[in-house]
């Protein structure tokens, strides 16, 4: 037994302050100071917080290493990087590439995800398969010429380890053939991104088996008051929503209004890449060349290709830029995305039974400790 004092922690409902946490591979309990088991092994919190262990449901790369490279090493870099942003879990995220590369990038996913629990970086959750099936007008940083039309056998013959499919259902046949066949024959959670659908074909996909959206806002048809678009109907509906919390993929000044609209439906994500936790420069995305200046990486068109953000900073951006309490802030790269893919039964939040994946921060959510499954993982 282990118990963290001196730490502020965080519920999915509150904050508490002045009592331990007790865990072992599991949460154990949260209990007064003077209740914590004589031979308990003592962590001192040094005044920070004691959070829930993050989950990054999208992401592409970190520290040069890119999903789609289809190696084993460079998903252990990578995991190995991003557990000392405080992310304990995550869904390697793969692009529109050829075909070939995306199976070998899922089969090597598929292969390490026992080993993963055990590593030294963060746990292997599934993957995200961002694309093949998007629309061209909406690819961004994606190339076209390995865009396919939604192929549901495809998807059920990766269910093992895909956790979420994006793809553009204006793309599907008009009855969103593609669509209702995943949602029928797997448990994968199906993402409309990168797509030009209008309002009433979004809508009508989240009828059919669309219960997801991928970087809400970034490519996608706008809110407009005369042309709706996926956005809206993003939030006219009961689909959980990524946001990219930088500050530049989408305005800090929306977070409040998407807290209002969405609650536990937000989904914080970083969409890094390989560029993250490197300095300025140039490196590649899936093959193509990216330049990495400020807070984003752009193709050499000035097309934005996605972020270098750690986590930990991406819910401090919200947080510091917002009037939502801590606690749904932490929730929004936690407790939500877990319950997205289906794994808040054992992640996401503090509850007793829960896997131990805590993260012990600074008062600036820097993070000091991570531990998985009670295990120290990364220690600053």
């Known amino acids: 037994m282990k ?10 409902d509150r904050i508490v302050d002045g009592m331990a946490l ?9 209990v007064p100071t003077d209740k914590i088991p004589t031979d308990a092994q003592i962590i001192d919190a040094c005044g920070g917080y004691v959070s829930p262990g993050l989950i990054d449901i999208h992401i592409h790369g970190y520290l040069s290493k890119d999903v789609c490279d289809g190696e084993a090493d460079s998903i252990r870099t990578i995991a190995g990087g991003i557990v000392k942003n405080g992310v ?31 590593w030294a970086g963060s746990q292997i ?24 039309k939604p192929d549901a056998k495809f ?43 209008d309002y009433d074909t979004a809508m009508a996909s989240t009828n059919v088996g669309v219960k997801h959206v991928t970087h809400l806002f970034n490519a996608m048809t706008p809110l407009a008051h005369r042309a709706p678009g996926v956005v809206t109907a993003a ?20 977070y409040d209004l998407l807290y209002k609209i969405k609650g536990r439906k937000l989904c914080f994500i970083t969409d890094c890449l390989p560029a993250g936790g490197l300095p300025y420069g140039e490196y590649t995305l899936g093959g193509t060349k990216i330049i990495y200046n400020d807070i984003v990486c752009r193709l050499e068109d000035g097309t934005v290709a996605g972020s270098v953000l750690p986590l930990n900073q991406g819910v401090w951006n919200v947080y510091t830029n917002s009037n939502i309490p801590l606690n749904e802030c932490v929730n929004g790269a936690t407790l939500n995305p877990a ?6 039964d054992r992640k996401g939040s503090l509850e ?23 295990e120290v993982r990364y220690e600053a």
């Open 352 to 374: 007793v039974g829960k896997d131990a994946d805590i993260i012990i921060t600074d008062g600036s959510f820097n993070v000091q400790k991570t531990i998985i499954g009670g």
């Open 22 to 30: 007790l865990y072992s591979d599991v949460i154990e309990g949260i």
């Open 235 to 254: 939030f006219n509906s009961d689909v959980t929503c990524e946001v990219i919390v930088d500050t530049f993929h989408v305005n800090a000044c929306f």
């Open 88 to 118: 304990t879990g995550f869904l390697p995220t793969t692009m529109t590439v050829d075909m070939a590369v995306i199976r070998k990038a899922l089969e090597v996913c598929r292969d390490l995800k026992e080993e993963s629990k055990s």
């Open 3 to 12: 118990a963290i004092i001196n730490g502020k922690i965080i519920l999915k």
């Open 125 to 148: 959750l599934g993957c995200h398969a961002e694309g093949p099936f998007i629309s061209e007008s909406k690819k961004g940083a994606q190339d076209p010429k390995y865009i396919l």
């Open 339 to 344: 319950t997205a893919i289906g794994v808040a």
């Open 155 to 197: 998807v059920k013959e990766y269910a093992d380890i895909i956790k979420i499919i994006t793809l553009a259902p204006e793309t599907d046949t008009e009855d969103f053939a593609a669509i209702r066949e995943i949602a029928r024959d797997t448990d994968v959670v199906i993402s409309m991104g990168h797509t030009s659908a």
